[in-house]
């Protein structure tokens, strides 16, 4: 079992949010509403973990017992928060898809909820764009990149199931440049935001997937 800095065993669970569960509901809320607005305001490396138990009136030695430091809390709110947008989008239209055309058109309107999301949600913008701060911010997000990957590559295998994505090469590169160019678009949206007038953002957001659209879906001109 793992120790907290206070030398104290730690809550059970191998991410933040996990052992975060065990805290009381009220409790636990407080302390993640508190450190989304700062690190969404702040970014990770401006944000304060003082603040932040201030803030949410916890103590270092209570905190210790569920996070192991500032970039473990920061893992937990990502969690939370890419977790409340799968919730709210659309994607098991794809998954449920039956044909090439029901793939892309479902991908397409997940898309299209997801820019509207992030361009009613403030907060949620925001804390998306501190993804890309550098170093530090990658490696506290490794794990939920990670599950992010994993959700590409089931998408990337059902979309060559219908022939809405090409066969002609190594799933797994297909995969990297999929994950790759998504992260890219992100990334860009995240610099620029600022920048763009809410119909632009949607607009490139639409036709970012149709840039992607056009890297991976197989020739249909070309005979199989």
């Given at each position: 079992?793992?120790?907290?800095?206070?030398?104290k065993?730690?809550?059970?669970?191998?991410?933040?949010l996990?052992?975060?569960?065990?805290?009381?509901?009220e409790?636990?809320?407080?302390?993640?509403?508190?450190?989304?607005?700062?690190f969404?305001?702040?970014?990770?490396s401006?944000?304060?973990l003082?603040?932040?138990?201030?803030?949410?009136?916890?103590s270092?030695?209570?905190?210790y017992y569920y996070?192991?430091?500032?970039?473990?809390?920061?893992?937990?709110?990502?969690?939370?928060?890419?977790?409340?947008?799968?919730?709210?989008?659309?994607f098991?239209?794809?998954?449920?898809?039956?044909?090439?055309?029901g793939?892309?058109?479902?991908?397409n309107?997940?898309?299209?909820?997801?820019?509207?999301?992030?361009?009613a949600?403030?907060?949620?913008?925001?804390?998306?764009?501190?993804?890309?701060?550098?170093?530090?911010?990658?490696?506290?997000?490794?794990v939920?990149l990670?599950?992010?990957?994993t959700?590409?590559?089931?998408?990337?295998?059902?979309?060559?199931?219908?022939?809405?994505?090409?066969?002609?090469?190594?799933?797994?590169?297909?995969?990297?440049?999929?994950?790759?160019?998504a992260?890219?678009?992100?990334?860009?949206?995240?610099?620029?935001?600022?920048?763009?007038?809410?119909?632009?953002?949607?607009r490139?957001?639409?036709?970012?997937?149709?840039m992607?659209?056009?890297?991976?879906?197989?020739?249909?001109?070309?005979?199989?």
């Amino acid at each position: 079992m793992a120790s907290s800095k206070t030398g104290k065993p730690m809550a059970e669970g191998k991410s933040a949010l996990e052992r975060l569960k065990t805290l009381a509901p009220e409790r636990r809320e407080k302390l993640l509403a508190a450190a989304t607005a700062d690190f969404a305001e702040r970014g990770f490396s401006g944000a304060s973990l003082n603040a932040i138990l201030k803030a949410s009136e916890m103590s270092k030695g209570q905190a210790y017992y569920y996070i192991h430091d500032k970039a473990d809390l920061y893992c937990a709110v990502i969690d939370r928060a890419l977790a409340r947008l799968s919730g709210r989008l659309d994607f098991a239209r794809v998954v449920e898809a039956g044909d090439r055309a029901g793939f892309w058109n479902a991908l397409n309107a997940a898309f299209e909820q997801l820019g509207a999301l992030l361009i009613a949600e403030h907060e949620t913008a925001a804390l998306g764009r501190t993804i890309y701060e550098g170093q530090e911010t990658e490696r506290a997000l490794e794990v939920p990149l990670g599950r992010l990957r994993t959700g590409a590559a089931i998408l990337v295998a059902h979309g060559q199931r219908l022939g809405a994505i090409r066969t002609d090469m190594p799933q797994g590169l297909i995969i990297d440049m999929v994950f790759a160019a998504a992260r890219a678009l992100d990334r860009w949206f995240a610099e620029n935001w600022d920048d763009l007038a809410p119909e632009e953002a949607q607009r490139i957001n639409v036709q970012g997937l149709a840039m992607l659209q056009a890297m991976v879906a197989p020739d249909v001109s070309r005979p199989a």
